[in-house]
């Protein structure tokens, strides 16, 4: 099956610092989502992307689908920002979403 | 916006209990779909529906069972609760135009 890497891992910024996170898929997709979960463990939607460039407030993303990766930047971070970041790729075949294995962020004041 | 509900955002079983988990959805979409979230596993695929009635296995169905007799709503059933199905469980539903929405997440243990 289609494998999904995020990197890093993990990722501690300082209030205020800019950020980019990393999604590497070995497949052609149909669609990409990033999500972010909060330490309630709910995962919100931040973007439907499966090609081009996003914003919304102080996030943007940027998928290439043609090299198979993409980026979310989160600029200005705030301390709400902490979570984890999920990148997930859908196949039509197979009525798929994979996640990959996600980015810790901790935003300390 | 598309909005998930699930019934329980915690529940304490016990073992060998049948465990219903419910998810509603509010806009009509025909694919929803079960996943459990574990630490160091990730999210991974129970079961999904892509119609009224209709089910599929996705990659961890045994010991689980889901029901949609209606379009808006897939239930999780869990036959006989064992203690290995303590975990977070993730509903969610697909929309062709804006992907997966999932709802907050019910937290299952089985004691």
């Known amino acids: 099956g289609i494998q999904v890497e995020q990197s890093p891992p993990d990722l501690i910024l300082q209030e205020g610092a800019n950020s980019t996170l990393r999604c590497n898929f070995s497949?052609?997709?149909?669609?990409l989502q990033w999500f972010h979960q909060n330490p309630w463990g709910q995962l919100i939607n931040l973007f439907y992307?499966?090609?081009g460039t996003k914003q919304n407030g102080r996030l943007s993303a940027t998928t290439v689908a043609t090299e198979r990766y993409s980026l979310l930047y989160i600029s200005s971070s705030q301390t709400t920002d902490s979570g984890v970041y999920f990148c997930a790729v859908y196949k039509a075949a197979g009525n798929k979403l994979t996640f990959g294995g996600g980015t810790r962020v901790l935003v300390k004041p | 916006d598309v909005k998930v509900t699930q019934s329980s955002r915690y529940l304490v079983k016990r073992t060998g209990e049948k465990v219903f988990l419910e998810c509603v959805q509010d806009m009509d979409h025909e694919n929803m779909f079960w996943y459990r979230q574990d630490p160091g596993l990730g999210l991974r695929l129970i079961y999904f529906s892509y119609d009224v009635k209709m089910k599929e296995k996705g990659d961890i169905p045994e010991g689980y069972s889901v029901s949609r007799e209606k379009k808006e709503r897939f239930s999780l059933i869990l036959e006989s609760a064992s203690t290995n199905q303590t975990s977070m469980y993730l509903c969610?539903?697909?929309?062709?135009?804006?992907?997966?929405?999932f709802g907050s997440g019910t937290r299952l243990t089985v004691v």
């Open positions: 969610a539903s697909r929309d062709s135009n804006y992907g997966y929405t």
């Open positions: 992307i499966p090609s």
């Open positions: 497949d052609s997709v149909n669609n």
